[in-house]
């Protein structure tokens, strides 16, 4: 099926829904599909019929097969062009080998709405319920929303549209699961998605889902047995648990207004839980972000001793949360700290575009949000404070 260097399956074989509603080719991709009226679609109007028949998938697909580059694939060029495997070499590499169907994809991809019961730093309203107050208080504070904090939240509506569990895509997506190669589930929480788990649940009850195979990913603070136990009936089931440090306090203030202790109790019954599944595999996840990067090297070797392979996520969007921006004298002493993480230290000190904007609105809204959370940044990072208090 590979025709060219930046050739990819997931056009042929994925689909993904995001946080809006809208969809795309992956979790990585930002081109949203749209009809042949060029109107973007979206699940709160839209089925996944029609996402899954859109001529932009096509155009993509097409487009990457004859070698172009694609603004939207951008995330993964990067990635490669740091040495780093790339969401595009690993879905080559794990989906490579299938037949694509005809009517629907063998591979999904869901952000599930934005309820959520935490309001991480890097998230948002359009990602996070939680974040609905904060959002409204800097959207007021900066001039961008003139009117009360109830039509704020309205702006909103099509997202919880998009995922209540009335919506017709879940009927859909019980019928595809069945058929599916792999299933990728993200946030909000997946945990308070009851559309989702009503899907999964009729399937596993049905005995159709010991041929699919999961990924899904939590907050670590919902303990849920009953969900647990329809996870178990699938093929197989990888869980990733959010952690971004080891350091109670960044933790907490990081993924506001999570309790750690709450989170650390969690991870030891998913442990326990895990240890009883052969089919259950779990993981740490460290979302990074320049509020954490410069810590890695430790928060990694800490968060190893519970066990677990521990992984990380790089933050592209919102764009001032890239560590790309950081000033390059700090980039440089960071590098140095993860010299035995050199692909990320390459990703680390690559020259992107932006950052005489977006560093000063990481900082801009770090203040703003440590004034309304009663956080200080300065007293949770101390070490690194240290050397960007010069920049701010």
């Not at 800097?138 to 003139?146: G, P, Q, R, T, Y």
């Not at 699938?234 to 080891?246: N, P, Q, T």
């Not at 993480?341 to 000190?349: C, E, G, H, K, S």
Request: glycine share 4%; net charge neutral; proline share 6%.
């Amino acid at each position: 099926m590979l025709k060219s260097k930046t050739s990819c399956v997931m056009p042929y074989m994925g689909l993904a829904i995001q946080n809006d509603g809208d969809f795309c080719a992956c979790n990585r991709n930002n081109w949203s599909y749209t009809n042949r009226q060029q109107e973007v679609l979206f699940a709160n109007k839209n089925t996944l019929e029609e996402a899954w028949a859109s001529p932009t998938r096509k155009m993509l697909a097409a487009g990457l097969d004859y070698g172009k580059s694609i603004p939207s694939c951008s995330p993964c060029t990067n990635l490669e062009a740091s040495g780093k495997i790339s969401a595009r070499q690993t879905f080559n590499n794990q989906f490579g080998h299938l037949a694509p169907l005809p009517t629907q994809p063998r591979v999904l991809i869901m952000k599930p709405g934005n309820v959520c019961n935490l309001s991480c730093r890097m998230c948002n309203p359009a990602t996070s319920t939680t974040w609905y107050q904060d959002g409204y208080k800097l959207a007021k504070a900066h001039d961008n929303f003139v009117g009360t904090q109830k039509e704020y939240t309205a702006q909103f509506e099509t997202i919880r549209s998009a995922f209540n569990q009335e919506n017709p895509i879940w009927d859909t997506m019980e019928q595809w699961l069945p058929s599916l190669e792999f299933f990728d589930i993200y946030g909000g929480e997946p945990f308070l998605a009851p559309g989702l788990f009503k899907a999964l649940t009729a399937v596993a009850k049905a005995d159709k889902s010991s041929t699919v195979s999961l990924q899904l990913h939590t907050n670590g603070t919902i303990w849920n047995p009953d969900y647990l136990n329809t996870l178990s009936k699938y093929k197989h089931v990888r869980i990733g648990i959010s952690i971004d440090s080891d350091v109670t306090s960044q933790l907490e203030y990081i993924r506001y207004p999570l309790e750690a202790d709450v989170v650390w109790q969690n991870l030891s019954r998913y442990k326990d839980w895990a240890s009883n599944h052969s089919n259950i595999e779990l993981y740490i996840c460290v979302t990074l972000t320049p509020l954490n990067i410069f810590y890695f090297d430790s928060i990694d070797k800490n968060l190893s001793r519970h066990s677990l392979p521990v992984g990380h996520n790089i933050v592209y969007s919102p764009t001032e949360y890239d560590v790309r921006h950081i000033p390059v004298s700090v980039r440089k002493i960071i590098a140095e700290k993860l010299k035995h993480y050199p692909t990320l230290a390459n990703f680390l000190m690559q020259t992107i575009p932006g950052c005489d904007v977006a560093w000063p609105k990481f900082w801009k809204i770090t203040k703003e949000l440590d004034n309304i959370r009663n956080q200080s940044f300065e007293s949770t990072f101390p070490e690194f404070y240290e050397l960007i208090k010069m920049y701010v």
